[in-house]
Protein backbone atom coordinates (compact mmCIF):
# COMPACT_ATOMS: atom_id res chain seq x y z
CA UNK A 1 0.00 0.00 0.00
CA UNK A 2 1.30 3.68 -1.04
CA UNK A 3 1.40 6.53 1.01
CA UNK A 4 -1.87 8.84 1.04
CA UNK A 5 -2.33 12.82 0.49
CA UNK A 6 -6.15 13.44 2.49
CA UNK A 7 -7.49 16.44 1.16
CA UNK A 8 -10.41 17.57 3.67
CA UNK A 9 -13.06 20.61 2.30
CA UNK A 10 -15.37 20.76 5.06
CA UNK A 11 -19.05 22.82 4.55
CA UNK A 12 -21.22 24.37 7.16
CA UNK A 13 -22.93 20.67 6.91
CA UNK A 14 -21.12 18.76 4.56
CA UNK A 15 -17.72 17.36 4.57
CA UNK A 16 -15.82 16.33 1.09
CA UNK A 17 -12.48 14.41 1.56
CA UNK A 18 -10.31 13.42 -1.35
CA UNK A 19 -7.35 10.64 -1.02
CA UNK A 20 -4.68 10.78 -3.47
CA UNK A 21 -1.35 8.98 -4.02
CA UNK A 22 2.10 9.78 -3.17
CA UNK A 23 2.48 10.50 -7.01
CA UNK A 24 -0.88 12.89 -6.82
CA UNK A 25 -3.02 10.14 -8.38
CA UNK A 26 -6.74 10.55 -6.60
CA UNK A 27 -7.64 7.33 -5.87
CA UNK A 28 -10.59 7.82 -3.94
CA UNK A 29 -13.55 10.84 -3.07
CA UNK A 30 -16.12 10.50 -0.09
CA UNK A 31 -18.76 13.41 0.96
CA UNK A 32 -21.12 13.53 4.07
CA UNK A 33 -24.04 15.49 3.51
CA UNK A 34 -26.71 16.50 6.14
CA UNK A 35 -24.22 16.72 9.12
CA UNK A 36 -25.65 17.72 12.70
CA UNK A 37 -29.35 16.50 11.61
CA UNK A 38 -30.72 13.45 12.10
CA UNK A 39 -30.65 12.13 8.07
CA UNK A 40 -26.68 12.91 7.89
CA UNK A 41 -25.15 10.07 5.31
CA UNK A 42 -22.55 9.76 3.17
CA UNK A 43 -21.53 8.43 0.02
CA UNK A 44 -18.29 7.33 -1.66
CA UNK A 45 -17.35 8.49 -4.98
CA UNK A 46 -20.44 7.89 -7.10
CA UNK A 47 -21.62 4.73 -5.68
CA UNK A 48 -25.16 5.37 -5.25
CA UNK A 49 -26.13 3.19 -2.15
CA UNK A 50 -25.50 6.10 0.81
CA UNK A 51 -23.47 4.76 3.61
CA UNK A 52 -25.21 5.54 7.24
CA UNK A 53 -23.59 8.20 9.46
CA UNK A 54 -25.01 8.24 13.16
CA UNK A 55 -27.99 10.26 13.20
CA UNK A 56 -26.65 14.19 13.76
CA UNK A 57 -22.98 13.08 13.04
CA UNK A 58 -20.78 16.22 13.63
CA UNK A 59 -17.81 16.51 10.99
CA UNK A 60 -15.13 14.94 13.32
CA UNK A 61 -17.55 11.48 13.27
CA UNK A 62 -17.99 11.52 9.83
CA UNK A 63 -14.27 12.12 8.81
CA UNK A 64 -13.80 9.40 11.34
CA UNK A 65 -16.59 7.02 9.70
CA UNK A 66 -14.89 7.46 5.96
CA UNK A 67 -11.63 7.28 6.92
CA UNK A 68 -12.73 3.91 8.33
CA UNK A 69 -14.82 2.99 5.23
CA UNK A 70 -10.98 4.11 3.23
CA UNK A 71 -9.49 1.54 5.31
CA UNK A 72 -11.75 -1.28 4.95
CA UNK A 73 -11.56 -0.85 0.75
CA UNK A 74 -7.99 -1.38 1.29
CA UNK A 75 -7.50 2.30 0.17
CA UNK A 76 -5.70 3.62 3.33
CA UNK A 77 -4.06 1.16 5.51
CA UNK A 78 -2.04 3.57 7.43
CA UNK A 79 -2.44 7.25 8.23
CA UNK A 80 -1.65 9.55 5.47
CA UNK A 81 1.44 11.51 5.23
CA UNK A 82 -0.11 14.91 4.44
CA UNK A 83 -3.42 16.30 5.31
CA UNK A 84 -4.60 19.37 3.33
CA UNK A 85 -7.30 21.51 4.46
CA UNK A 86 -9.29 24.15 2.03
CA UNK A 87 -9.67 27.37 3.98
CA UNK A 88 -11.39 30.08 2.67
CA UNK A 89 -10.44 33.10 4.47
CA UNK A 90 -6.96 33.77 5.00
CA UNK A 91 -7.14 37.79 5.23
CA UNK A 92 -3.70 39.90 4.56
CA UNK A 93 -1.87 37.14 6.96
CA UNK A 94 -1.50 34.09 4.49
CA UNK A 95 -0.09 35.40 1.24
CA UNK A 96 0.57 31.10 0.66
CA UNK A 97 -0.93 27.77 1.94
CA UNK A 98 0.53 27.06 5.66
CA UNK A 99 1.15 24.31 7.75
CA UNK A 100 -0.72 24.19 10.44
CA UNK A 101 0.55 24.44 14.35
CA UNK A 102 -1.07 26.59 17.04
CA UNK A 103 -0.21 29.97 15.94
CA UNK A 104 -1.96 28.99 12.25
CA UNK A 105 -5.26 27.80 14.04
CA UNK A 106 -5.12 31.26 16.11
CA UNK A 107 -5.02 33.61 12.66
CA UNK A 108 -7.41 31.34 10.79
CA UNK A 109 -9.96 32.16 14.10
CA UNK A 110 -8.78 36.12 13.59
CA UNK A 111 -9.74 35.81 10.04
CA UNK A 112 -13.21 34.27 11.24
CA UNK A 113 -14.99 38.08 11.50
CA UNK A 114 -14.24 38.24 7.88
CA UNK A 115 -15.65 34.66 6.81
CA UNK A 116 -18.21 33.99 9.64
CA UNK A 117 -19.96 31.05 7.76
CA UNK A 118 -16.76 29.33 6.20
CA UNK A 119 -13.77 29.89 8.64
CA UNK A 120 -14.99 28.57 12.07
CA UNK A 121 -16.48 25.18 10.21
CA UNK A 122 -13.29 24.93 8.38
CA UNK A 123 -11.33 24.88 11.70
CA UNK A 124 -13.44 22.28 12.66
CA UNK A 125 -12.50 19.98 10.10
CA UNK A 126 -9.21 20.99 10.79
CA UNK A 127 -9.72 19.96 14.84
CA UNK A 128 -11.08 17.33 13.63
CA UNK A 129 -8.14 15.92 11.47
CA UNK A 130 -5.63 16.61 13.67
CA UNK A 131 -7.18 14.44 17.01
CA UNK A 132 -7.44 11.94 14.49
CA UNK A 133 -4.01 12.06 12.92
CA UNK A 134 -2.19 13.77 15.65
CA UNK A 135 1.63 12.96 13.75
CA UNK A 136 0.45 13.74 10.19
CA UNK A 137 1.76 17.60 9.22
CA UNK A 138 -1.23 19.22 8.18
CA UNK A 139 -1.12 21.96 5.27
CA UNK A 140 -4.17 24.88 5.15
CA UNK A 141 -4.56 26.41 1.97
CA UNK A 142 -6.71 29.15 1.69
CA UNK A 143 -8.52 30.55 -1.11
CA UNK A 144 -7.88 33.94 -0.66
CA UNK A 145 -4.07 33.73 -1.03
CA UNK A 146 -3.48 33.76 -4.82
CA UNK A 147 -5.26 37.33 -4.20
CA UNK A 148 -2.59 38.68 -1.97
CA UNK A 149 -0.63 40.12 -4.88
CA UNK A 150 -3.22 42.59 -6.39
CA UNK A 151 -2.38 45.82 -6.72
CA UNK A 152 -3.95 48.69 -3.87
CA UNK A 153 -5.31 50.45 -6.78
CA UNK A 154 -7.52 46.97 -7.76
CA UNK A 155 -8.34 45.93 -3.53
CA UNK A 156 -9.03 49.29 -2.27
CA UNK A 157 -12.62 50.24 -1.76
CA UNK A 158 -13.43 53.76 -2.18
CA UNK A 159 -14.49 54.32 1.63
CA UNK A 160 -13.28 56.16 4.73
CA UNK A 161 -9.69 54.71 4.90
CA UNK A 162 -10.25 53.64 8.74
CA UNK A 163 -12.55 50.98 7.27
CA UNK A 164 -9.88 49.26 5.52
CA UNK A 165 -7.22 50.24 8.32
CA UNK A 166 -9.05 49.33 11.99
CA UNK A 167 -11.66 46.75 9.86
CA UNK A 168 -9.69 45.35 7.29
CA UNK A 169 -12.40 45.91 4.59
CA UNK A 170 -11.05 45.78 1.52
CA UNK A 171 -11.18 43.14 -1.79
CA UNK A 172 -9.79 39.83 -0.94
CA UNK A 173 -11.19 37.81 -4.00
CA UNK A 174 -11.71 34.05 -3.88
CA UNK A 175 -11.61 30.79 -5.84
CA UNK A 176 -7.51 31.32 -5.59
CA UNK A 177 -7.20 27.70 -5.48
CA UNK A 178 -8.68 27.18 -8.53
CA UNK A 179 -7.53 30.46 -10.50
CA UNK A 180 -3.92 29.59 -9.69
CA UNK A 181 -4.24 25.97 -10.73
CA UNK A 182 -5.44 27.11 -14.28
CA UNK A 183 -2.50 29.07 -14.88
CA UNK A 184 -0.31 26.86 -14.14
CA UNK A 185 -2.49 24.50 -16.86
CA UNK A 186 -2.95 27.39 -19.31
CA UNK A 187 0.97 27.99 -19.14
CA UNK A 188 1.40 24.11 -19.63
CA UNK A 189 -1.49 24.36 -22.93
CA UNK A 190 0.21 27.60 -24.50
CA UNK A 191 3.46 25.67 -23.68
CA UNK A 192 5.19 29.25 -21.50
CA UNK A 193 6.07 29.20 -18.34
CA UNK A 194 3.48 30.25 -15.92
CA UNK A 195 5.95 33.40 -14.60
CA UNK A 196 5.17 34.75 -18.36
CA UNK A 197 1.39 33.88 -18.64
CA UNK A 198 -1.28 36.28 -18.72
CA UNK A 199 -4.05 35.40 -18.85
CA UNK A 200 -8.23 36.16 -17.82
CA UNK A 201 -9.48 33.02 -15.99
CA UNK A 202 -12.91 32.41 -15.33
CA UNK A 203 -14.30 30.11 -12.46
CA UNK A 204 -18.11 29.56 -13.19
CA UNK A 205 -19.67 27.20 -11.14
CA UNK A 206 -22.37 27.56 -8.19
CA UNK A 207 -19.75 30.52 -7.51
CA UNK A 208 -18.56 32.94 -10.18
CA UNK A 209 -15.17 34.72 -10.29
CA UNK A 210 -13.06 36.33 -12.62
CA UNK A 211 -9.35 37.05 -12.24
CA UNK A 212 -7.02 38.63 -14.76
CA UNK A 213 -3.47 36.87 -14.24
CA UNK A 214 -0.31 39.08 -15.39
CA UNK A 215 2.91 37.17 -15.58
CA UNK A 216 1.54 34.56 -13.50
CA UNK A 217 0.03 36.27 -10.66
CA UNK A 218 -3.36 37.70 -9.28
CA UNK A 219 -3.93 41.47 -10.28
CA UNK A 220 -7.52 42.02 -10.02
CA UNK A 221 -10.85 39.49 -9.68
CA UNK A 222 -14.07 40.05 -9.65
CA UNK A 223 -14.81 38.76 -5.96
CA UNK A 224 -14.54 41.53 -3.09
CA UNK A 225 -14.73 41.36 0.73
CA UNK A 226 -16.93 38.37 0.65
CA UNK A 227 -17.73 35.96 -2.51
CA UNK A 228 -20.48 37.85 -2.71
CA UNK A 229 -19.34 40.49 -4.93
CA UNK A 230 -18.77 40.28 -8.76
CA UNK A 231 -20.57 37.97 -11.36
CA UNK A 232 -23.88 36.55 -11.13
CA UNK A 233 -23.92 33.39 -9.35
CA UNK A 234 -26.33 29.97 -8.54
CA UNK A 235 -27.89 32.03 -5.81
CA UNK A 236 -25.58 35.09 -5.34
CA UNK A 237 -26.51 38.36 -6.59
CA UNK A 238 -23.29 39.18 -7.32
CA UNK A 239 -22.82 43.28 -7.80
CA UNK A 240 -25.78 45.47 -6.81
CA UNK A 241 -25.96 49.19 -6.28
CA UNK A 242 -24.90 49.90 -2.50
CA UNK A 243 -28.40 52.27 -2.28
CA UNK A 244 -30.26 49.08 -2.37
CA UNK A 245 -29.49 48.63 1.30
CA UNK A 246 -30.60 51.69 2.32
CA UNK A 247 -34.10 51.35 0.38
CA UNK A 248 -34.66 47.47 1.19
CA UNK A 249 -34.34 48.80 4.88
CA UNK A 250 -37.05 51.63 4.40
CA UNK A 251 -39.20 48.87 2.97
CA UNK A 252 -38.85 47.18 6.60
CA UNK A 253 -36.63 44.46 5.17
CA UNK A 254 -33.72 43.51 8.32
CA UNK A 255 -30.31 43.61 7.24
CA UNK A 256 -29.89 39.73 7.51
CA UNK A 257 -33.13 39.45 5.41
CA UNK A 258 -31.40 41.28 3.10
CA UNK A 259 -27.98 39.07 3.52
CA UNK A 260 -30.08 36.01 3.09
CA UNK A 261 -31.89 37.10 0.00
CA UNK A 262 -28.52 38.24 -1.73
CA UNK A 263 -26.69 35.01 -1.15
CA UNK A 264 -29.42 32.42 -1.38
CA UNK A 265 -32.18 34.07 -2.87
CA UNK A 266 -30.49 35.96 -5.51
CA UNK A 267 -28.41 35.15 -8.72
CA UNK A 268 -29.80 32.51 -11.55
CA UNK A 269 -32.57 31.00 -8.83
CA UNK A 270 -34.02 34.93 -8.16
CA UNK A 271 -33.94 35.99 -11.50
CA UNK A 272 -35.30 32.87 -13.05
CA UNK A 273 -37.63 31.91 -9.64
CA UNK A 274 -36.66 28.25 -10.73
CA UNK A 275 -33.45 26.98 -10.14
CA UNK A 276 -29.79 27.93 -9.77
CA UNK A 277 -28.85 24.78 -11.84
CA UNK A 278 -27.46 26.35 -15.24
CA UNK A 279 -28.15 23.11 -17.13
CA UNK A 280 -31.92 23.11 -15.76
CA UNK A 281 -32.40 26.88 -16.65
CA UNK A 282 -30.78 26.02 -20.29
CA UNK A 283 -33.73 23.35 -20.62
CA UNK A 284 -36.17 25.54 -19.46
CA UNK A 285 -34.86 28.68 -21.86
CA UNK A 286 -35.12 26.01 -24.61
CA UNK A 287 -38.72 25.72 -23.83
CA UNK A 288 -39.89 29.33 -23.86
CA UNK A 289 -39.53 29.97 -20.29
CA UNK A 290 -38.43 33.77 -20.24
CA UNK A 291 -37.49 33.98 -16.46
CA UNK A 292 -35.27 31.72 -17.30
CA UNK A 293 -33.95 33.24 -20.54
CA UNK A 294 -33.35 36.52 -18.90
CA UNK A 295 -31.44 34.83 -16.06
CA UNK A 296 -29.06 33.40 -19.11
CA UNK A 297 -28.54 36.65 -20.62
CA UNK A 298 -28.04 38.60 -17.54
CA UNK A 299 -25.38 35.62 -16.37
CA UNK A 300 -23.43 36.14 -19.48
CA UNK A 301 -23.94 39.75 -20.15
CA UNK A 302 -22.38 40.14 -16.56
CA UNK A 303 -20.00 38.05 -17.38
CA UNK A 304 -18.95 39.93 -20.41
CA UNK A 305 -18.66 43.51 -18.46
CA UNK A 306 -16.17 41.61 -16.04
CA UNK A 307 -13.73 40.63 -18.92
CA UNK A 308 -14.04 43.56 -20.19
CA UNK A 309 -13.14 44.98 -17.64
CA UNK A 310 -10.30 42.58 -16.43
CA UNK A 311 -8.51 43.73 -20.12
CA UNK A 312 -7.82 47.15 -18.44
CA UNK A 313 -5.49 45.03 -16.19
CA UNK A 314 -3.40 42.88 -18.36
CA UNK A 315 -0.80 44.11 -20.54
CA UNK A 316 -0.79 41.47 -22.89
CA UNK A 317 -2.94 38.32 -23.27
CA UNK A 318 -2.16 34.84 -23.60
CA UNK A 319 -5.37 33.77 -23.36
CA UNK A 320 -8.88 33.74 -21.99
CA UNK A 321 -10.05 30.72 -19.83
CA UNK A 322 -13.60 29.33 -19.10
CA UNK A 323 -13.78 26.47 -16.16
CA UNK A 324 -15.74 25.26 -13.27
CA UNK A 325 -19.04 23.26 -14.06
CA UNK A 326 -20.78 25.73 -16.14
CA UNK A 327 -17.30 26.99 -18.00
CA UNK A 328 -16.13 23.51 -18.72
CA UNK A 329 -19.94 21.92 -19.88
CA UNK A 330 -21.70 24.98 -21.60
CA UNK A 331 -20.97 25.61 -24.97
CA UNK A 332 -23.57 27.85 -25.34
CA UNK A 333 -23.12 30.22 -22.05
CA UNK A 334 -19.12 30.53 -23.37
CA UNK A 335 -20.75 31.12 -26.52
CA UNK A 336 -22.91 33.76 -25.48
CA UNK A 337 -20.76 35.65 -23.46
CA UNK A 338 -18.11 36.11 -26.46
CA UNK A 339 -20.80 37.57 -28.67
CA UNK A 340 -21.01 40.19 -25.87
CA UNK A 341 -17.10 40.83 -26.60
CA UNK A 342 -16.51 41.05 -30.45
CA UNK A 343 -15.22 44.83 -29.75
CA UNK A 344 -12.39 42.94 -28.39
CA UNK A 345 -11.80 40.87 -31.09
CA UNK A 346 -12.68 37.16 -29.15
CA UNK A 347 -14.08 35.16 -31.58
CA UNK A 348 -15.03 31.18 -31.38
CA UNK A 349 -14.74 27.99 -33.53
CA UNK A 350 -18.02 26.48 -32.95
CA UNK A 351 -16.77 22.96 -34.03
CA UNK A 352 -13.87 23.51 -31.49
CA UNK A 353 -16.71 25.16 -28.85
CA UNK A 354 -19.13 22.77 -29.11
CA UNK A 355 -16.96 19.43 -29.46
CA UNK A 356 -13.70 20.81 -27.17
CA UNK A 357 -13.50 18.00 -24.89
CA UNK A 358 -11.93 15.81 -28.25
CA UNK A 359 -9.33 17.86 -28.66
CA UNK A 360 -6.61 17.70 -25.47
CA UNK A 361 -5.01 21.32 -25.99
CA UNK A 362 -8.11 23.28 -24.14
CA UNK A 363 -8.23 25.61 -27.49
CA UNK A 364 -11.65 26.38 -28.95
CA UNK A 365 -11.18 30.19 -30.68
CA UNK A 366 -11.80 30.35 -34.77
CA UNK A 367 -8.84 31.17 -36.74
CA UNK A 368 -9.59 35.20 -36.98
CA UNK A 369 -10.06 35.45 -32.90
CA UNK A 370 -7.54 38.16 -31.64
CA UNK A 371 -6.42 35.77 -28.39
CA UNK A 372 -6.48 32.38 -27.55
CA UNK A 373 -9.68 31.07 -25.76
CA UNK A 374 -9.75 28.02 -23.89
CA UNK A 375 -11.52 25.52 -21.77
CA UNK A 376 -9.43 23.55 -18.59
CA UNK A 377 -11.09 21.56 -16.07
CA UNK A 378 -10.39 22.93 -12.58
CA UNK A 379 -8.71 20.98 -9.51
CA UNK A 380 -8.90 22.32 -6.37
CA UNK A 381 -8.36 19.22 -4.66
CA UNK A 382 -5.04 18.56 -6.88
CA UNK A 383 -3.96 21.76 -5.62
CA UNK A 384 -4.58 21.24 -2.48
CA UNK A 385 -2.81 17.42 -2.10
CA UNK A 386 -0.16 19.04 -4.15
CA UNK A 387 0.83 21.80 -1.41
CA UNK A 388 0.44 19.89 1.48
CA UNK A 389 2.24 17.35 -0.01
CA UNK A 390 5.39 19.67 -0.70
CA UNK A 391 5.19 21.37 2.94
CA UNK A 392 5.34 17.91 4.39
CA UNK A 393 8.48 16.34 2.62
CA UNK A 394 9.89 20.34 3.40
CA UNK A 395 9.17 19.48 7.10
CA UNK A 396 12.08 18.13 9.12
CA UNK A 397 9.77 15.70 11.20
CA UNK A 398 7.75 14.16 8.82
P1 LIG B 1 -19.55 23.98 -7.48
O1 LIG B 1 -19.23 25.44 -7.54
O2 LIG B 1 -20.61 23.65 -6.47
O3 LIG B 1 -18.32 23.09 -7.45
P2 LIG B 1 -19.74 23.16 -10.24
O4 LIG B 1 -18.41 23.74 -10.60
O5 LIG B 1 -19.88 21.68 -10.29
O6 LIG B 1 -20.29 23.68 -8.86
O7 LIG B 1 -20.81 23.80 -11.24
C1 LIG B 1 -22.17 23.53 -11.11
C2 LIG B 1 -22.91 24.25 -12.24
O8 LIG B 1 -22.43 23.74 -13.50
C3 LIG B 1 -24.40 24.01 -12.20
O9 LIG B 1 -25.10 25.23 -12.43
C4 LIG B 1 -24.62 23.05 -13.36
O10 LIG B 1 -25.92 23.13 -13.91
C5 LIG B 1 -23.58 23.57 -14.32
N1 LIG B 1 -23.37 22.61 -15.43
C6 LIG B 1 -22.82 21.39 -15.38
N2 LIG B 1 -22.90 20.80 -16.60
C7 LIG B 1 -23.53 21.69 -17.43
C8 LIG B 1 -23.92 21.70 -18.80
N3 LIG B 1 -23.68 20.67 -19.61
N4 LIG B 1 -24.55 22.80 -19.28
C9 LIG B 1 -24.81 23.86 -18.49
N5 LIG B 1 -24.46 23.91 -17.20
C10 LIG B 1 -23.83 22.85 -16.66
Given at each position: MEDTVLVVNCGSSSLKLALFDNRLQKQASALAERLGQDDAFARLGHEDTPLTLPPGASHSQALESLVEVFRERGLMSSAPVAVGHRVVHGGETFREAALIDDSVINAIENCAALAPLHNPVNLSGIRATLSQFPDVPQTAVFDTAFHQTLPKRAYLYAVPEAWYQD????????????????????????????????????????????????????????????????????????????????????????????????????????????????????????????????????????????????????????????????????????????????????????????????????????????????????????????????????????
Open positions: WGVRRYGFHGTSHAYIVLEAARLLDKTPATTSIISAHLGNGCSVTAIRDGISVDTSMGLTPLEGLVMGTRSGDVDPGLFDFLASKGMAADEVHRSLNQRGGLLGLSGQTNDMRTLCELADHGHEPSRNAIDVFCFRLARYIGAMMASVKELDGLVFTGGIGENSARIRQQTIDNLEIFGYKLSTDLNNHHGEYSDGRIESAESRYPVLVIPTNEELMIAREALQLAENTPNA
